[in-house]
Nanobody, 125 residues
């Protein structure tokens, strides 16, 4: 069983920065692929960023490339999402997720085994 707890959401103005954290339980965090997803009202949950188990490989959806950075600290069982130059269209509930099987593709939400409760990010124009 893996528990994920996100923190760091909030209300910011367009152009601002915000950092999200996701703390994970479990002794084998360093073996998980981790992902960040988001879901806006009335829309499907979408992949935002993913990071390999050792942190060496990252992947981003096109709309956040150059603005968001995912990283992880395996000693602290935590994955982070630094969001810069935020735009109103980034408004959503953000979720972190763990892929214990380390599947080859990170984008499909169905590939992830555990999810956090989500944290709201609201960007005003």
């Amino acid at each position: 069983q893996v528990q994920l707890v996100e923190s760091g959401g909030g209300l910011v103005q367009s152009g601002a920065s915000l950092g999200l954290s996701c703390a994970a339980s479990g002794r084998t965090f360093s073996s998980y692929v981790m992902g960040w997803f988001r879901q806006a009202p009335g829309q499907e949950r979408e992949f935002v960023a993913g990071i390999s188990a050792n942190g060496a490989i990252t992947q981003y959806t096109d709309s956040v490339k150059g603005r968001f950075t995912i990283r992880r600290d395996n000693a602290k069982n935590t994955v982070y999402l630094q969001m810069n130059s935020l735009m109103p269209e980034d408004t959503a509930v953000y979720y972190c997720a763990a892929d214990l099987q380390r599947l080859a593709t990170w984008v499909p939400w169905s590939n992830y085994d555990y999810w956090g409760q989500g944290t709201q990010v609201t960007v005003s124009s």
